[in-house]
């Protein structure tokens, strides 16, 4: 679930980064999908942390 979580996060972030640069709509999908895969590495290392931990 935090992976499922992260990619979430992550695409909102990016959308609004890029409507933050006053991107076009390819460039809202771009950074949506660049920061949503970011964020999943990053949500699967925590799952797996968090599973070896416990």
């Known amino acids: ?16 980064r890029a409507v ?6 390819k460039d809202q999908l771009q950074y949506a ?4 895969l970011a964020f999943a590495a990053i949500g699967l290392i925590a799952t797996v942390l968090i ?4």
């Not at 599973?51 to 416990?54: A, E, K, M, Q, Y």
Request: hydrophobic fraction near 60%; proline fraction near 0%.
């Open 33 to 36: 999908a660049s920061h949503a």
């Open 51 to 54: 599973d070896r931990l416990l």
């Open 20 to 25: 933050a640069l006053k991107g076009n709509r």
């Open 1 to 16: 679930m935090i992976i499922l979580a992260a990619l979430l996060i992550g695409a909102y972030v990016g959308w609004r």
